[in-house]
């Protein structure tokens, strides 16, 4: 059974930073394609930033690009993303899953609630 747990999220100013982990398992982590999705009560799901098996392409959503990195380790079955320069609007509960244009796996974590005050 897939698992995902999802951290790092918090409470941070306009400008600031965070880091977002998600710990893998039960999955062939090494071979899918992830990526981070975040989500705001009343609102669709929205992917945010993908990456490749192998980490060496990635993709981002149009709002977060220039300011937010994802990457992997697959050693550690763990996807992060980077978020620098945040704004008001990125607050939501972020989730990591496969990448929905590959696979989705159906199940997922509690997410990580990011809030950025203005």
């Known amino acids: 059974q897939v698992q995902f747990v999802e951290s790092g999220g918090g409470l941070v100013q306009a400008g600031g930073s965070l880091r977002l982990s998600c710990a893998a398992s039960?999955?062939?982590?090494?071979?899918?394609?992830m990526a981070w999705y975040r989500q705001v009560p009343g609102k669709q799901r929205e992917l945010v930033a993908a990456i490749s098996s192998s980490g060496g392409l990635t993709r981002y959503a149009d709002s977060v690009k220039g300011r937010f990195t994802i990457s992997r380790d697959n050693a550690k079955n763990t996807v992060y993303l980077q978020m620098n320069s945040l704004k008001p609007e990125d607050t939501a509960v972020y989730y990591c899953?496969?990448?929905?244009?590959?696979?989705?796996?159906?199940?997922w974590g509690q997410g990580t609630q990011v809030t950025v005050s203005s």
């Open positions: 039960g999955s062939t982590f090494s071979g899918d394609a």
């Open positions: 899953n496969a990448d929905q244009t590959v696979r989705l796996y159906d199940v």
